[in-house]
């Protein structure tokens, strides 16, 4: 028989603090934790780790990338196994990126996206976003699809430079 | 779930189908748009779509049918269920734009109505890429608008680009047998629902942009745009898949 006090049992919160390893591999500041991507996590009693995540936009073509990075970084706990799911379940939207996550975007450059509180997108969330340059907010629009499907690109008038924004989802 | 599962998987299909092969006409722009700007978004646009493609194909396989890309790579014109009207070549860009913006309102609406869906993984998908087609009807609506507006030359080629497209959408809306399944078990209100609300908003939009709604009545209405979704198509459906799936019949196991 075991003695209980011998067994590792690993928790919820060691695991999303690895997880805070695994970065977007666009915007390598931010980690799929702070932008709100993990969704849940399920420990067995036999210490097999399920993982679920959701992707920022459906054609995100940085899921399957992240969902083998989180199964190594996972399996780097002494863990009989890991099943990383990817599913809608949870909708994600950019309200679910952290605080702590939103500074290390601005940090990136990117302009942050106005929280959205479960309406959708309207053009006045767009306009006069705050530049992530110069604080000025005046700036513009110039087009709601950028580099990568979850970027939004403007341009600041103050400042004179085009910027990004992580755009409201 | 067991009497309305097929019903399901058609209405999957349809849907699939349309992103796959609008997502693909979308991303011919790549490199050719008109300006930097249009570029871009046609092909940010493409890859949503193709995105929403691949998580309906998903839901699919879930219910028994192959994997994505099998169902995306292997089928012929036969088996697809698109519309015609996703099936044309991109042509002009005042041609493009005009599908686009036909075609998004109408799917903008679709997953709208879906978010109420009896079937969850279905209306939890559709929860999630409403917001992402926002910005697709959201840049429709401002081309439609500006350039309806603009010169006379812009007004007139998208009044004509408004002619030619405006019957060809009307495929979109063509029933399956499952309509009435569809409809009682509560997994989608119909399209004659979805046609209704679309002819209001696209109506309200093309009137303040200066431009006409076309006069369609039972006399004038193409016989061209219907048989998608019983599985006939237009000339340009195979020439499309052929080019499509052209790596994947070399080498199904290529990696990318």
């Known amino acids: 028989m075991y003695d209980m006090d011998e067994l590792t049992l690993i928790t919820e919160e060691e695991i999303i603090s690895l997880l805070h390893e695994v970065k977007d591999p666009e915007i ?20 097999k780790v399920e993982v679920r995540m959701t992707p920022t936009f459906a054609g995100c073509p940085a899921v399957e990338i992240l969902k083998s ?37 601005k940090e990136s450059g ?23 340059f110069c604080g000025s907010k005046k700036t513009r629009l110039r087009n709601p699809f950028g580099p990568t499907l979850c970027r939004a690109i403007h341009y600041c008038d103050a400042c004179s430079q085009a910027f990004e924004q992580f755009k409201p989802v | 779930m067991s009497d309305n599962t097929q019903a399901i998987k058609n209405l999957l299909f349809r849907m699939a189908d349309d992103d796959l092969i609008i997502g693909h006409r979308n991303s011919e722009w790549t490199g050719l748009g008109p300006i930097l700007e249009e570029d871009i978004a046609f092909s940010s646009m493409a890859q949503d779509k193709l995105g929403h493609a691949q998580a309906l194909y998903n839901i699919l396989h879930s219910l028994g049918e192959a994997d994505a890309d099998t169902l995306a790579f292997t089928r012929n014109e036969k088996n697809f269920y698109c519309c015609h009207f996703v099936e044309y070549p991109i042509r002009d860009y005042d041609f493009s734009l005009m599908r686009h913006f036909l075609f998004d309102t109408a799917d903008a609406i679709r997953f709208d ?144």
């Open chain 1, 28 to 47: 390598p500041r931010v980690s799929v934790v702070e932008l709100g991507m993990i969704t849940g996590i399920k420990i067995s009693a036999d210490n």
């Open chain 2, 113 to 256: 109505m879906l978010t109420n869906s009896s079937c969850q993984p279905l209306a939890n998908l559709a929860k999630k890429v409403r917001g992402e087609i926002k910005y697709h009807t959201m840049h429709a609506n401002i081309w439609i608008s500006q350039l309806g507006k603009a010169t006379d030359e812009s007004n007139i080629r998208m009044q004509a680009a408004l002619n030619e497209c405006y019957p060809l959408a009307l495929g979109i809306f063509e029933k399956s047998d499952y309509e009435s399944v569809l409809i009682d078990s509560g997994v989608f209100d119909g399209e004659e629902l979805l046609q209704k609300v679309w002819t209001d908003i696209v109506s309200e939009i093309i009137e303040k942009s200066n431009l006409k709604m076309p006069d369609i009545n039972e006399a004038n209405l193409s016989t061209l745009a219907f048989g998608g979704r019983k599985g006939y198509h237009t000339e340009f459906l195979q020439p499309l898949l052929d080019e499509m799936t052209e790596v994947y019949s070399i080498d199904p196991a290529a990696e990318w």
């Open chain 1, 69 to 105: 990075e989180i199964k190594n970084k996972v399996l780097e706990l002494p863990v009989e196994d890991v099943e990383v799911k990817v599913d809608f379940d949870v909708q994600w939207s950019t309200d679910m990126i952290t605080e702590e996550g939103r500074k290390h975007l």
């Open chain 1, 110 to 132: 990117f302009a942050l996206p106005a929280h959205l509180n479960n309406e959708l997108i309207s053009i006045d969330l767009l306009t006069n976003v705050e530049c992530p």
